[in-house]
């Protein structure tokens, strides 16, 4: 794949990059490993100034870089200016909390242990190497980025080749702040180069969020070289709505939790399970919501989502979802490629969804949902259970009970009541199973890649 930006509003390639040379790479690597042995040495206190001074930058040059996000992937111009915004705050986030999660601990006292003083310590451990997706293309590097050198690491970016303007940019930023030369930046290079990146020695861990093949191809790089790895992978997530829930409420917030990010989420909303006492009202204003979505330029804010990112991401979808129609899923809403220029695709609803289709078990990064009735809560549990995929979960209902039962039984790496799955810096964010493993944010996410050094003294 060409390193470019493409508008996916129009087709249009932009601008195209060409690969950073092995010279290049080499220069990047050697960088970082430098600027790892400064920055380590430096203060909670000073790389908490830098970083705040990044996110002022990020703030000062919201409108520029929210327009970079939607031309370069198609998101609309208001969902673009939130995720901007959103990387700023997790910026300060950690520029006031790393102190507290990397504090030194005394979990024992020391006479237990035979010691005069016993402590646990959390230490940076070098250059961390991120691959990250094209979805969203700022939040995600920095989640990783704002913990990772806030607690002393250095970082190495290899951002989706379909962002190269959005990786380029997050390679200036924290230098631009104040972190020394080094401390950050962006290798311009395709996806065959990152298995030797990881074999580098100077490369001390490596976190990614993308697919399940690219995930699996980096968990063995990184197990070869006996090297910490964080996978952030797909999801089917589902959305469940009971017979006590707010059914207006739950359709409203489901339609949202569908075609956020034009359906390109990992924790979008793909299964929804309705009890059947509620199922057809839910059906009904949950397919009217659907059909009112306004597919458009996503510069206009009348629009309510714009093109899927890529053309392939587009033919991925609708194959998925002529598979299902062509094997005896009823279509609700949309379903049908759009005639003109960009890649457009309509807000779909699938209903009557079997096994054979390919798109109950895969995940489907497009707006497309899939509606299925159930018969109690634990059905709705065995069900959403019954999947390779365990991100996270939304839960519709009124009872307490019920809401416990929901909390304690979804294997999955959250369950949120009432609301839509979000990711907050205050909280840990992951999955199971084939969603992968480690945490990121809160303060699971910023020790994910340190060293957990006991110290004991006699």
């Known amino acids: 794949m060409a390193i470019a930006t493409i508008n996916p509003t129009t087709g249009e390639t932009l601008e195209t990059f ?29 790389r908490g100034a830098w970083m705040r001074a990044a996110a002022d930058i990020l703030d000062a040059e919201l409108d520029e870089v ?57 230490q940076p451990i070098g250059t961390v190497l991120a691959v990250m997706p094209w979805n969203y293309p700022f939040w995600q590097v920095i989640r990783f980025a704002a913990p990772a050198l806030m607690a002393g690491n250095t970082g190495i970016l290899k951002h989706a080749s379909s962002v190269p303007q959005s990786a380029l940019y997050l390679g200036s930023l924290f230098e631009r702040a104040g972190f020394p030369a080094g401390a950050f930046q962006t290798v311009l290079v395709e996806g ?11 490369i001390r861990a490596v976190t990614l969020t993308g697919s399940v093949g690219a995930g699996s191809s980096v968990a063995e790089a990184a197990g070869r070289n006996i090297k910490k790895s964080v996978l952030e992978l797909g999801g089917t997530d589902v959305f469940v709505v009971m017979p006590s829930a707010d059914i207006a409420a739950a359709a409203a917030a489901g339609v949202n939790a569908r075609v956020q990010n034009s359906g390109q989420s990992c924790i979008a909303a793909k299964r929804y399970y309705v009890h059947t006492d509620v199922y057809d009202a839910f059906e009904e204003a949950f397919v009217a919501g659907m059909r009112a979505q306004v597919v458009g330029d996503p510069f206009d804010e009348a629009t309510s989502f714009g093109p899927l990112a890529t053309e392939q991401v587009r033919r991925d979808t609708h194959e998925l979802v002529e598979d299902a129609v062509a094997k005896g899923a009823t279509l609700l809403a949309g ?59 939304s839960v519709w209902t009124r009872d307490d009970e019920e809401a416990a039962f929901f909390q304690d039984r979804i294997e999955a790496g959250g369950v949120f009541v009432n609301g839509l799955t979000a990711s907050f810096p205050q909280l840990p964010f992951g999955g199971i199973k084939d969603s992968g493993y480690g945490r990121e944010l809160s303060a699971f996410g910023i020790r994910e890649f340190t060293n957990v050094k006991t110290v004991w003294r006699a």
């Open 18 to 46: 060409e690969p950073h040379t092995p010279e290049q790479l080499e220069e990047i690597l050697a960088g970082a490993e430098a600027a790892y042995r400064g920055l380590a040495d430096t203060t909670f206190e000073q």
């Open 66 to 122: 929210a327009a970079l996000v939607t031309t370069e992937m198609g998101k609309t111009i208001g969902t673009a200016k939130y995720e901007v915004s959103k990387s700023a705050r997790g910026m300060r986030w950690y520029a006031d909390h790393a102190a507290e999660y990397l504090a030194e601990e005394h979990p024992v006292a020391a006479g237990d242990v035979g010691a005069s003083a016993v402590s646990v310590r959390y």
């Open 192 to 202: 065959g180069a990152v298995a030797p990146l990881i074999d580098d020695r100077r």
């Open 335 to 393: 379903g049908e490629l759009p005639e003109g220029p960009g890649w457009f695709y309509p807000a779909t609803v699938l209903r009557d969804v079997t096994p054979e289709m390919r798109i109950f078990r895969e995940e489907c990064f497009g707006p497309v949902a899939c509606l299925y009735r159930v018969a109690s809560a634990e059905e709705a549990v065995e069900r959403s259970n019954d999947s390779d995929f365990g991100l996270s979960s």
